[in-house]
Protein backbone atom coordinates (compact mmCIF):
# COMPACT_ATOMS: atom_id res chain seq x y z
CA UNK A 1 0.00 0.00 0.00
CA UNK A 2 0.88 3.65 -0.52
CA UNK A 3 -0.04 6.91 0.62
CA UNK A 4 -0.02 10.70 -0.79
CA UNK A 5 1.79 13.15 1.40
CA UNK A 6 1.73 16.85 0.09
CA UNK A 7 1.82 15.01 -3.19
CA UNK A 8 4.64 12.79 -2.32
CA UNK A 9 3.98 9.49 -2.67
CA UNK A 10 5.05 6.94 0.37
CA UNK A 11 5.21 2.87 0.75
CA UNK A 12 3.70 2.19 3.85
CA UNK A 13 5.57 -0.78 5.59
CA UNK A 14 3.66 -3.39 7.69
CA UNK A 15 5.74 -4.31 10.76
CA UNK A 16 5.78 -4.01 13.82
CA UNK A 17 2.67 -1.98 12.90
CA UNK A 18 1.38 0.85 9.49
CA UNK A 19 4.31 2.93 9.36
CA UNK A 20 6.02 5.32 6.75
CA UNK A 21 9.91 6.77 6.45
CA UNK A 22 9.68 10.25 6.25
CA UNK A 23 13.41 12.34 6.30
CA UNK A 24 13.15 15.24 8.03
CA UNK A 25 14.89 18.67 8.94
CA UNK A 26 12.71 19.47 11.97
CA UNK A 27 14.43 21.36 14.69
CA UNK A 28 14.62 20.90 18.81
CA UNK A 29 12.40 23.39 19.92
CA UNK A 30 11.27 24.58 23.29
CA UNK A 31 7.62 24.80 25.12
CA UNK A 32 5.01 25.64 22.61
CA UNK A 33 3.65 29.42 22.73
CA UNK A 34 0.57 30.01 24.74
CA UNK A 35 -0.18 29.48 28.68
CA UNK A 36 2.30 27.35 30.51
CA UNK A 37 3.26 25.63 33.47
CA UNK A 38 6.47 23.47 32.69
CA UNK A 39 9.29 25.24 35.52
CA UNK A 40 12.32 23.93 33.40
CA UNK A 41 13.11 24.44 29.82
CA UNK A 42 13.76 21.74 27.78
CA UNK A 43 14.58 20.71 24.44
CA UNK A 44 11.49 18.69 22.87
CA UNK A 45 12.15 15.88 20.77
CA UNK A 46 9.43 13.53 18.70
CA UNK A 47 10.54 10.56 16.46
CA UNK A 48 7.17 9.17 15.95
CA UNK A 49 4.23 10.97 14.80
CA UNK A 50 1.15 8.67 16.34
CA UNK A 51 1.48 6.06 18.81
CA UNK A 52 0.49 2.13 18.43
CA UNK A 53 0.04 1.63 22.18
CA UNK A 54 -3.39 3.04 21.46
CA UNK A 55 -5.26 5.14 24.24
CA UNK A 56 -8.26 6.51 23.37
CA UNK A 57 -7.98 9.64 24.97
CA UNK A 58 -4.98 10.66 23.48
CA UNK A 59 -4.47 14.45 22.89
CA UNK A 60 -1.76 13.54 20.15
CA UNK A 61 -5.02 12.62 18.15
CA UNK A 62 -6.32 15.66 17.88
CA UNK A 63 -2.56 17.19 16.85
CA UNK A 64 -2.70 18.28 13.21
CA UNK A 65 -0.39 17.10 10.08
CA UNK A 66 0.52 13.22 10.12
CA UNK A 67 -0.86 13.13 13.34
CA UNK A 68 -4.01 12.57 11.90
CA UNK A 69 -2.80 10.22 9.36
CA UNK A 70 -2.76 7.91 12.65
CA UNK A 71 -6.22 8.80 13.61
CA UNK A 72 -7.58 8.45 9.82
CA UNK A 73 -5.62 5.22 8.52
CA UNK A 74 -3.51 4.04 11.82
CA UNK A 75 -0.56 4.72 9.87
CA UNK A 76 2.35 5.81 12.22
CA UNK A 77 4.76 8.31 10.82
CA UNK A 78 8.79 8.10 11.49
CA UNK A 79 11.37 10.44 11.48
CA UNK A 80 13.92 9.08 9.42
CA UNK A 81 17.58 9.36 10.79
CA UNK A 82 16.05 11.84 13.33
CA UNK A 83 19.19 11.12 15.58
CA UNK A 84 21.85 12.07 12.78
CA UNK A 85 19.95 15.32 12.57
CA UNK A 86 19.14 15.48 16.20
CA UNK A 87 23.29 15.47 16.92
CA UNK A 88 24.28 18.13 14.19
CA UNK A 89 22.07 20.35 15.63
CA UNK A 90 23.50 19.89 19.35
CA UNK A 91 26.82 20.39 17.62
CA UNK A 92 25.49 23.94 16.47
CA UNK A 93 24.47 25.12 19.81
CA UNK A 94 26.78 26.20 22.96
CA UNK A 95 24.00 26.24 25.39
CA UNK A 96 21.70 23.24 25.93
CA UNK A 97 18.77 22.51 28.21
CA UNK A 98 17.58 19.22 29.15
CA UNK A 99 16.10 16.86 26.22
CA UNK A 100 12.61 15.26 26.53
CA UNK A 101 11.60 12.32 24.98
CA UNK A 102 8.92 13.10 24.15
CA UNK A 103 6.01 15.60 24.94
CA UNK A 104 3.61 13.83 22.10
CA UNK A 105 4.10 10.45 22.09
CA UNK A 106 5.37 7.07 23.64
CA UNK A 107 9.30 7.13 22.78
CA UNK A 108 9.29 3.30 23.17
CA UNK A 109 6.10 2.20 21.57
CA UNK A 110 6.70 -0.77 19.66
CA UNK A 111 7.67 0.72 16.24
CA UNK A 112 11.08 2.22 18.06
CA UNK A 113 12.20 -1.76 18.39
CA UNK A 114 12.57 -1.84 15.11
CA UNK A 115 14.40 1.49 14.03
CA UNK A 116 15.75 2.36 17.91
CA UNK A 117 15.64 6.11 17.03
CA UNK A 118 14.87 6.83 20.95
CA UNK A 119 17.78 4.97 22.24
CA UNK A 120 20.04 6.53 19.50
CA UNK A 121 18.92 9.96 20.49
CA UNK A 122 19.67 9.46 23.91
CA UNK A 123 23.01 8.20 23.25
CA UNK A 124 23.62 11.74 21.51
CA UNK A 125 22.67 13.76 24.20
CA UNK A 126 24.26 11.58 26.92
CA UNK A 127 27.92 11.09 24.35
CA UNK A 128 28.14 15.40 24.65
CA UNK A 129 26.60 15.10 28.72
CA UNK A 130 23.50 16.76 28.01
CA UNK A 131 20.74 16.04 30.15
CA UNK A 132 17.66 13.52 28.51
CA UNK A 133 14.78 12.35 30.02
CA UNK A 134 11.49 10.36 28.93
CA UNK A 135 8.31 9.71 29.35
CA UNK A 136 6.94 6.24 29.11
CA UNK A 137 3.77 3.77 29.72
CA UNK A 138 5.80 0.89 27.89
CA UNK A 139 8.30 -1.37 29.61
CA UNK A 140 11.87 0.89 29.12
CA UNK A 141 14.30 -1.21 26.85
CA UNK A 142 17.37 -3.15 28.51
CA UNK A 143 19.74 -0.75 27.27
CA UNK A 144 18.30 2.42 27.89
CA UNK A 145 18.70 2.07 31.51
CA UNK A 146 22.90 1.93 30.96
CA UNK A 147 22.63 4.77 28.69
CA UNK A 148 20.60 7.07 30.84
CA UNK A 149 22.96 6.00 33.93
CA UNK A 150 25.66 7.20 32.18
CA UNK A 151 24.59 11.64 32.74
CA UNK A 152 23.72 12.61 36.10
CA UNK A 153 20.67 14.64 35.61
CA UNK A 154 19.18 12.41 33.05
CA UNK A 155 15.94 10.55 34.40
CA UNK A 156 12.90 8.86 33.27
CA UNK A 157 9.00 9.54 33.98
CA UNK A 158 6.74 6.05 34.08
CA UNK A 159 2.76 7.11 33.54
CA UNK A 160 1.22 4.80 35.87
CA UNK A 161 -2.69 5.14 35.29
CA UNK A 162 -3.91 2.82 37.63
CA UNK A 163 -3.01 -0.34 39.81
CA UNK A 164 -6.30 -2.32 38.52
CA UNK A 165 -4.74 -4.68 35.40
CA UNK A 166 -8.43 -5.08 34.18
CA UNK A 167 -8.49 -1.15 33.90
CA UNK A 168 -4.97 -0.69 32.11
CA UNK A 169 -5.46 -3.32 29.39
CA UNK A 170 -8.63 -0.90 28.51
CA UNK A 171 -6.72 2.36 29.19
CA UNK A 172 -3.57 1.55 27.83
CA UNK A 173 -4.42 -1.31 25.57
CA UNK A 174 -0.80 -1.75 24.09
CA UNK A 175 1.44 -0.21 26.56
CA UNK A 176 3.70 -2.31 29.67
CA UNK A 177 1.75 -4.28 32.13
CA UNK A 178 1.16 -2.81 35.46
CA UNK A 179 4.13 -4.77 37.03
CA UNK A 180 6.04 -4.34 34.32
CA UNK A 181 5.14 -0.56 34.89
CA UNK A 182 6.29 -0.68 38.46
CA UNK A 183 9.27 -2.53 37.53
CA UNK A 184 10.41 0.24 35.31
CA UNK A 185 10.32 2.28 38.34
CA UNK A 186 12.30 -0.28 39.94
CA UNK A 187 14.76 -0.35 37.50
CA UNK A 188 15.13 3.27 37.44
CA UNK A 189 15.89 3.95 41.15
CA UNK A 190 18.27 0.55 41.74
CA UNK A 191 20.76 2.35 38.68
CA UNK A 192 20.05 5.51 41.11
CA UNK A 193 18.34 7.28 38.14
CA UNK A 194 15.51 9.60 39.34
CA UNK A 195 12.34 8.35 38.90
CA UNK A 196 9.10 9.88 38.81
CA UNK A 197 5.65 8.36 38.67
CA UNK A 198 2.70 10.27 36.60
CA UNK A 199 -0.89 9.31 37.47
CA UNK A 200 -1.26 11.25 34.17
CA UNK A 201 -4.08 11.14 33.41
CA UNK A 202 -6.51 10.22 35.77
CA UNK A 203 -9.96 9.29 34.55
CA UNK A 204 -12.82 10.73 36.73
CA UNK A 205 -15.21 8.10 37.88
CA UNK A 206 -13.02 5.52 36.62
CA UNK A 207 -9.27 5.56 38.21
CA UNK A 208 -9.67 8.23 40.47
CA UNK A 209 -10.77 6.25 43.72
CA UNK A 210 -8.66 7.92 46.40
CA UNK A 211 -8.16 4.58 47.89
CA UNK A 212 -6.90 2.92 45.33
CA UNK A 213 -4.74 6.03 43.66
CA UNK A 214 -3.02 5.94 47.55
CA UNK A 215 -2.17 2.77 46.71
CA UNK A 216 -0.92 3.20 43.43
CA UNK A 217 1.23 6.52 45.27
CA UNK A 218 2.27 3.74 48.06
CA UNK A 219 3.49 1.05 45.32
CA UNK A 220 5.56 3.79 43.47
CA UNK A 221 7.05 4.77 46.90
CA UNK A 222 8.33 1.52 47.08
CA UNK A 223 9.29 0.85 44.08
CA UNK A 224 12.02 3.82 44.84
CA UNK A 225 10.04 7.10 43.78
CA UNK A 226 10.34 10.40 45.55
CA UNK A 227 7.72 12.36 43.50
CA UNK A 228 4.61 12.28 42.18
CA UNK A 229 2.83 13.97 38.91
CA UNK A 230 -1.02 14.06 38.31
CA UNK A 231 -3.40 15.58 35.62
CA UNK A 232 -7.05 15.13 35.61
CA UNK A 233 -8.12 14.08 31.52
CA UNK A 234 -9.04 16.76 29.59
CA UNK A 235 -10.52 16.40 25.97
CA UNK A 236 -9.70 18.14 23.02
CA UNK A 237 -13.10 19.16 21.30
CA UNK A 238 -11.71 17.84 18.17
CA UNK A 239 -11.62 13.98 19.16
CA UNK A 240 -14.51 14.56 22.05
CA UNK A 241 -17.08 12.78 19.84
CA UNK A 242 -15.26 9.66 19.64
CA UNK A 243 -13.68 9.45 23.39
CA UNK A 244 -16.87 9.65 24.69
CA UNK A 245 -17.78 7.08 22.54
CA UNK A 246 -15.23 4.75 24.08
CA UNK A 247 -16.27 5.91 27.62
CA UNK A 248 -19.63 4.69 26.92
CA UNK A 249 -18.31 1.64 25.07
CA UNK A 250 -16.24 0.62 28.05
CA UNK A 251 -17.96 2.08 30.75
CA UNK A 252 -21.33 2.50 30.32
CA UNK A 253 -24.27 5.07 29.23
CA UNK A 254 -24.23 6.18 32.93
CA UNK A 255 -20.03 7.07 32.88
CA UNK A 256 -20.67 9.10 29.71
CA UNK A 257 -23.30 11.08 30.66
CA UNK A 258 -21.65 11.79 34.21
CA UNK A 259 -19.07 12.96 31.75
CA UNK A 260 -21.20 15.11 29.68
CA UNK A 261 -22.21 16.97 33.24
CA UNK A 262 -18.60 17.23 34.05
CA UNK A 263 -16.82 18.28 31.44
CA UNK A 264 -18.56 21.73 30.84
CA UNK A 265 -15.08 23.97 31.18
CA UNK A 266 -13.44 24.68 27.68
CA UNK A 267 -9.80 26.28 28.08
CA UNK A 268 -8.49 27.16 24.89
CA UNK A 269 -10.10 24.17 23.18
CA UNK A 270 -9.84 21.52 25.94
CA UNK A 271 -12.84 20.60 27.66
CA UNK A 272 -11.71 19.94 31.63
CA UNK A 273 -13.65 18.59 34.24
CA UNK A 274 -15.27 21.17 36.83
CA UNK A 275 -12.72 22.96 38.95
CA UNK A 276 -14.10 22.29 41.89
CA UNK A 277 -13.87 18.03 41.02
CA UNK A 278 -10.09 19.07 39.97
CA UNK A 279 -9.44 20.56 43.01
CA UNK A 280 -10.79 18.27 45.52
CA UNK A 281 -9.04 15.67 44.29
CA UNK A 282 -5.63 17.20 43.61
CA UNK A 283 -6.19 18.69 47.57
CA UNK A 284 -6.31 14.34 48.38
CA UNK A 285 -3.32 13.14 46.64
CA UNK A 286 -1.00 16.33 47.49
CA UNK A 287 -2.26 15.51 51.45
CA UNK A 288 -1.33 11.42 50.69
CA UNK A 289 2.06 12.66 49.10
CA UNK A 290 2.65 15.11 52.31
CA UNK A 291 2.12 11.95 54.65
CA UNK A 292 4.40 10.04 52.68
CA UNK A 293 7.02 12.44 52.17
CA UNK A 294 7.11 12.32 48.55
CA UNK A 295 6.48 15.95 46.56
CA UNK A 296 3.91 16.68 44.66
CA UNK A 297 3.02 18.47 41.18
CA UNK A 298 0.50 18.80 38.68
CA UNK A 299 0.62 18.24 34.93
CA UNK A 300 -0.58 21.34 32.53
CA UNK A 301 -3.96 22.04 35.09
CA UNK A 302 -5.62 25.22 34.80
CA UNK A 303 -8.71 27.20 36.06
CA UNK A 304 -10.31 30.04 34.81
CA UNK A 305 -9.75 33.54 36.15
CA UNK A 306 -11.87 36.55 34.76
CA UNK A 307 -10.60 36.11 31.29
CA UNK A 308 -7.53 34.03 32.06
CA UNK A 309 -6.37 30.62 31.97
CA UNK A 310 -4.06 30.31 35.45
CA UNK A 311 -2.16 27.20 36.70
CA UNK A 312 -2.60 25.71 39.78
CA UNK A 313 0.93 24.56 40.37
CA UNK A 314 1.03 27.38 42.38
CA UNK A 315 -1.24 26.03 44.81
CA UNK A 316 -0.53 22.25 44.41
CA UNK A 317 3.25 21.81 43.23
CA UNK A 318 5.37 21.12 46.68
CA UNK A 319 8.71 21.04 44.74
CA UNK A 320 11.01 23.54 43.17
CA UNK A 321 10.27 21.82 39.76
CA UNK A 322 7.46 20.26 38.33
CA UNK A 323 9.37 17.47 37.27
CA UNK A 324 10.45 17.01 40.95
CA UNK A 325 14.39 17.14 39.98
CA UNK A 326 16.01 20.79 39.74
CA UNK A 327 18.20 20.27 36.47
CA UNK A 328 20.53 23.49 35.59
CA UNK A 329 21.31 24.61 32.02
CA UNK A 330 24.15 23.09 30.21
CA UNK A 331 27.19 24.98 28.74
CA UNK A 332 29.48 23.30 26.27
CA UNK A 333 33.62 23.42 27.22
CA UNK A 334 35.01 21.76 24.09
CA UNK A 335 33.29 18.62 23.28
CA UNK A 336 31.19 18.32 26.08
CA UNK A 337 28.68 20.11 28.22
CA UNK A 338 28.53 21.16 32.29
CA UNK A 339 25.91 22.31 34.30
CA UNK A 340 26.23 25.97 34.92
CA UNK A 341 26.79 27.28 38.51
CA UNK A 342 24.06 28.20 40.80
CA UNK A 343 21.06 27.45 38.55
CA UNK A 344 18.16 25.27 39.76
CA UNK A 345 16.46 25.06 36.20
CA UNK A 346 13.23 26.72 37.94
CA UNK A 347 13.10 29.65 34.80
CA UNK A 348 9.38 30.11 35.22
CA UNK A 349 10.10 31.66 38.34
CA UNK A 350 13.84 32.47 38.01
CA UNK A 351 14.64 36.50 38.06
CA UNK A 352 18.13 36.79 38.06
CA UNK A 353 19.43 34.58 35.21
CA UNK A 354 22.77 33.27 36.77
CA UNK A 355 23.68 31.15 33.97
CA UNK A 356 24.18 34.65 31.85
CA UNK A 357 20.93 34.19 29.56
CA UNK A 358 18.64 37.04 30.74
CA UNK A 359 15.52 35.61 28.34
CA UNK A 360 15.46 32.46 29.98
CA UNK A 361 14.85 34.16 33.61
CA UNK A 362 10.96 34.14 32.77
CA UNK A 363 9.96 35.30 36.45
CA UNK A 364 10.45 38.98 35.32
CA UNK A 365 7.86 40.55 33.54
CA UNK A 366 6.84 40.35 29.79
CA UNK A 367 9.45 37.88 29.24
CA UNK A 368 9.13 35.63 26.02
CA UNK A 369 7.93 32.18 26.34
CA UNK A 370 8.47 29.89 23.75
CA UNK A 371 12.04 29.00 22.30
CA UNK A 372 13.33 27.74 18.97
CA UNK A 373 16.70 26.35 18.21
CA UNK A 374 17.55 29.52 16.67
CA UNK A 375 17.38 31.10 20.23
CA UNK A 376 19.66 29.07 21.47
CA UNK A 377 22.28 29.47 18.67
CA UNK A 378 21.69 33.10 19.14
CA UNK A 379 22.78 32.72 22.93
CA UNK A 380 25.23 30.47 22.13
CA UNK A 381 26.96 33.84 20.04
CA UNK A 382 26.23 35.84 22.80
CA UNK A 383 27.76 33.82 25.03
CA UNK A 384 30.97 33.54 22.93
CA UNK A 385 30.87 37.29 22.52
CA UNK A 386 30.54 38.01 26.42
CA UNK A 387 33.56 35.82 27.11
CA UNK A 388 35.76 37.16 24.34
CA UNK A 389 35.26 40.57 25.50
CA UNK A 390 36.80 39.58 28.68
CA UNK A 391 40.07 39.26 27.23
S1 LIG B 1 1.04 6.15 25.32
FE1 LIG B 1 0.81 8.38 25.31
S2 LIG B 1 1.19 8.97 23.20
FE2 LIG B 1 0.79 6.75 23.19
S3 LIG B 1 -1.41 6.55 22.78
FE3 LIG B 1 -1.14 6.57 25.01
S4 LIG B 1 -1.39 8.73 25.59
FE4 LIG B 1 -1.01 8.68 23.39
S1 LIG C 1 19.91 30.68 36.04
FE1 LIG C 1 17.69 31.05 36.02
S2 LIG C 1 17.25 31.66 33.90
FE2 LIG C 1 19.27 30.71 33.87
S3 LIG C 1 18.84 28.58 33.31
FE3 LIG C 1 18.97 28.71 35.57
S4 LIG C 1 16.84 28.96 36.23
FE4 LIG C 1 16.90 29.44 34.04
Given at each position: ???????????????????????????????????????????????????????????????????????????????????????????????????????????????????????????????????????????????????????????????????????????????????????????????????????????????????????????????????????????????????????????????????????????????????????????????????????????????????????????????????????????????????AANCNGNCLNCTEAK?????????????????????????????????????
Amino acid sequence: MKVLINKREYQVLDSPCPHILVSTKKELHGWWPGKRECTSERMLINPYNGCSIGCFFCYSLAFPGNFQLFREKGIITVAKDFDKEVAHQLDSIDVASCGYLSPVTDPFQPINERYKISQKIIEEFVSRNIPIEFTTKARIPEDVIPLIKTQSHSFGQVSILTIREDLRKILVPRGASTKDLFQNLERLSRESIFAVCRIDPILPYITDKVKELEELIERAKSSGVTHIIASVLDIPLKIKKEVMECIGKFFGVGVKWDYQKLYRENIDGYLNAKIDYRKKLFDKLRNICERKNLTFALCMEYEIKGKEAVGLNKEFMSSCNCEGIDIPVYKREKDKFYPAANCNGNCLNCTEAKCGIQDLAMGKEGSKKSWRLKDYKRWSRELEEKSLSLF
